[in-house]
């Protein structure tokens, strides 16, 4: 908001041709001003006695940041980071399709999928893949109660690496299933009778116009999955699989620099999900485009700008 001041001419009317431009005059703000150097000042003080108490020992931080272990657990992170994302958003797209389904066996299925994994935890599901062996000692291809074809052990065919992927991938997939059906619901079903009137099948329709109208509703959340499961394959440890923290603490079980290696974590961690920040913006944006007429500049372009106008200003 703010105050307004106007100077008419003598006839006090403020439209004739001896009124002055009126001058907008910003309310102030005091309080504004005091909680924000309270603020700075709290966040000065913090940062300071965290980078300067001796006990972090940030020698320890700078000489495992890049330690050969710690980069193989980063990959193994963002390895399953990209495939349990990969299974999850395909299931979760097949998951949603069944459950909008007409025929009522395939949307009672898909219910009961979703319940079962979004109702059991995560590191059970996790352990369970991980001890499959211990009651389906062989898996098979072959007639059902006949013959088999193929025969391997559970063991070699689900590995560490397969078990956390299986567990974190299925397990995603009953909340990605949600995430879709509530961007296909939210498409007008103008848009789908439109396309039935122009002779498109069911499949075509989800395809070539649902789906793609639906994108703007279902990256964004989308986004937040990922970078949770990014953080999530931490418990992986549960099952010995050599990723990040699990190769930080292997690391501090035998050097007892737990607070240290803990920062180290932290530090990869957050480098890790800002990129999967900056692909959801630069997403959002690219299917953003048809909700309005112009989109607000990235940040490189406000550089560029701010780059512009102090050049202009210097020639001046």
């Known amino acids: 908001m703010t105050e307004t001041l106007a100077r008419t001419d003598s006839g006090g009317t403020g439209s004739g041709p001896a009124a002055e431009t009126l001058r907008a005059v910003p309310v102030r703000r005091p309080g504004q001003r005091v909680a924000a150097v309270v603020v700075t000042f709290l966040l000065v003080f913090l940062l300071e006695g965290w980078i300067t108490n001796p006990r972090m020992q940030w020698g320890t931080v700078g000489e495992f940041l890049f330690s050969p272990v710690i980069m193989e657990g980063l990959r193994t992170t963002l390895l399953l980071t990209a495939l349990a994302m990969a299974v999850g958003i395909v299931g979760g797209v097949v998951l949603a399709v069944l459950r909008m389904s007409a025929n009522p066996v395939l949307s009672r299925l898909s219910w009961a999928y979703i319940w079962l994994f979004r109702g059991t935890p995560l590191l059970v599901q996790l352990l369970f893949w991980y001890f499959l062996s211990a009651i389906v000692p062989t898996i098979g291809l072959g007639v059902p109660w006949g013959p088999t074809f193929v025969e391997a052990e559970t063991n ?155 050049r202009e200003e210097t020639a001046r």
Not at 181 to 196: H, P
Not at 198 to 213: C, D, E, N, Y
Not at 244 to 251: A, E, K, M, P, Y
């Open 156 to 310: 070699v065919l689900i590995t560490q690496l397969t078990a956390a992927v299986l567990g974190l991938g299925l397990h995603e997939a009953a909340y990605m299933a949600e995430i879709v059906r509530a961007g296909i619901t939210s498409v007008d079903d103008g848009q789908s009778e439109a396309a039935q009137a122009l002779g498109m099948s069911r499949g075509q329709t989800l395809r070539r116009i649902v789906l793609p109208q639906a994108l703007r509703i279902i990256i964004p959340p989308t986004g937040n999955q990922a970078i949770s499961m990014l953080k999530t394959t931490s418990l992986v440890f549960a099952i010995a699989v050599p990723e990040l923290l699990t190769s930080i603490q292997g690391i501090y079980s035998r050097n007892f620099q737990q607070v240290p290696l803990l920062v180290v974590a932290c530090f990869w961690y957050l480098v890790a999900t800002s990129v999967l920040n900056v692909g959801q913006y630069y997403l959002e944006r690219r299917f953003g485009r048809g909700t309005s007429r112009t989109l607000p500049p990235t940040p490189l372009q406000r550089l560029r700008a701010a780059a512009r106008k102090h």
